[in-house]
């Protein structure tokens, strides 16, 4: 390991054990136990019990009533900085999937129970789609929500909806955690979400996450029903999939300081 605080590899070891923990709970998307991290890291106890101490002062983790560790709110600050200046990573992305599908296409994240649109391109279309960007909407109601809640547990679904109501916006929305929770599944296994209308009658809406942590990104493209028919949801998913790849892999680069790959024209 080198010397004592430096990992070997030109960094500091209790910072780089610090952020390997926390990554751990992150990639979890759920609270770890002390003996969850140990296994998961392969640290000692003594150090691990050392460095949550630090970083639940420092406001980075939390301890839970049932002494499990949780991402603490000195985070959201960081992410919501970290996602505002790969907003212009996340831009030729979107306007190269509206220039091959001629939808509107769109990213967002996820905050608790609703998602907030970070950025869009508009589609060529007299008659198109048009989301602020800023905008919070009930994450269950939307492809990019459901493809990001597709990333947790479903232990972690239930307690996240456990005091939700759920409210009908359209005929087709989802009214329960079961039927949430049926269609998380089925997002699961098909490798993206979407939107039937459940939002606003007569919009359907394509989605996948971004890889990378839970929740932090997804792509969507949206447009009238008419137009995003089960032709052209074939087409956006490998699409869809790729600008995520893509996006995932510019992000890596803007915190490494390498070449972040360019969008496909």
Not at 60 to 71: C, G, I, N
Not at 219 to 228: C, D, E, H
Not at 250 to 256: E, F, I, M, N, S
């Amino acid at each position: 390991m080198g010397r004592e605080g430096d990992s070997g590899g030109g960094g500091v070891q209790s910072v780089m054990r610090a952020l390997q923990i926390m990554n751990v709970i992150a990639d979890t998307g759920a609270p770890c136990g002390l003996s969850e991290l140990a296994t998961a890291t392969g640290l000692p106890i003594a150090t691990i019990h050392r460095l949550l101490r630090t970083l639940i002062n420092a406001g980075m983790l939390r301890q839970e009533p049932d002494r499990r560790y949780a991402l603490g709110s000195a985070l959201i600050h960081l992410g919501d900085q970290a996602l505002t200046m790969i907003a212009p990573l996340i831009r030729p992305h979107l306007a190269t999937l509206v220039e091959a599908l001629g939808e509107t296409a769109n990213a967002a994240r996820l905050e608790g129970t609703h998602i907030v649109y970070l950025a869009q391109v508009s589609s060529r279309h007299q008659m198109r789609m048009f989301i602020e960007v800023g905008r919070r909407v009930e994450a269950y109601r939307t492809a990019v929500g459901k493809a990001m809640l597709a990333q947790l547990d479903d232990r972690v679904i239930a307690d996240v909806y456990a005091n939700t109501e759920f409210v009908a916006a359209t005929p087709t929305s989802i009214t329960s955690l079961d039927d949430l929770l049926r269609e998380l599944r089925a997002v699961r296994t098909n490798g993206f979400a979407t939107d039937d209308g459940e939002q606003e009658i007569g919009v359907r809406c394509v989605a996948v996450a971004v890889p990378g942590p839970p929740g932090t990104l997804a792509l969507s493209v949206s447009g009238p029903t008419a137009r995003i028919n089960d032709s052209l949801v074939a087409q956006a998913v490998p699409l869809l999939q790729q600008s995520s790849s893509m996006i995932a892999a510019a992000t890596r680069a803007a915190h490494t300081g390498l070449p972040a790959p360019r969008a496909h024209r």
